[in-house]
């Protein structure tokens, strides 16, 4: 099922048109950048988006225009992930087609995350996700004891039961204009 649901939300989140999508992440945003989640946070984890997935670059300038540590994830065989400080010249793109960190860095230890801004293909309401499959933000969250949230478009709120393992995000912003 998870698999199926995947394939579906991809297909919806690749058909949206780049006006729609620009507009839309705008809106979420501004509603991420005004929470307070957002608000009180030092140091602030996110990731690296795929063109289909809301934009984080903006959220990336404006974090670090907010005087904020940003951080964003570095993954490893077995599913394994760390946070490492946001440098754009260490950047690789990966097999994926996916940039990533790479070289000597500086990981943080999760105790000094104050907000992790966690992605997703599919979310329920109360914040369950289905991801790409990998497990590393499930591995990383079951013992991250700070805020986290997400950025959804309407149509990747979707109905399913939660794995015994998923672990749910605290927050899931979801863009409402079309609900």
Do not use: W
């Amino acid at each position: 099922m998870k698999a199926e649901l995947r394939k579906q939300v991809l297909q919806e989140m690749k058909a949206i048109s780049q006006e729609q999508k620009q507009f839309i992440d705008q809106t979420l945003i501004e509603r991420l950048l005004h929470h307070p989640f957002y608000q009180e946070a030092k140091v602030i984890a996110t990731y690296l988006s795929f063109p289909h997935e809301f934009q984080t670059q903006e959220l990336i300038e404006q974090a670090l225009k907010d005087g904020k540590k940003v951080l964003i994830p570095k993954t490893y065989p077995k599913g394994r992930m760390d946070f490492v400080v946001y440098d754009p010249q260490q950047l690789v793109k990966t097999s994926f087609g996916l940039l990533e960190p790479q070289g000597d860095l500086e990981v943080v230890d999760a105790s000094q995350i104050d907000l992790i801004h966690v992605p997703g293909l599919a979310f329920t309401t109360k914040g369950y996700r289905i991801g790409y499959g990998g497990g590393y933000y499930d591995r990383y969250l079951e013992y991250f004891s700070g805020h986290t949230l997400s950025t959804v478009y309407r149509y990747q709120v979707q109905d399913f039961i939660p794995e015994n393992h998923d672990i749910p995000v605290q927050e899931v912003l979801i863009d409402e204009r079309n609900l």
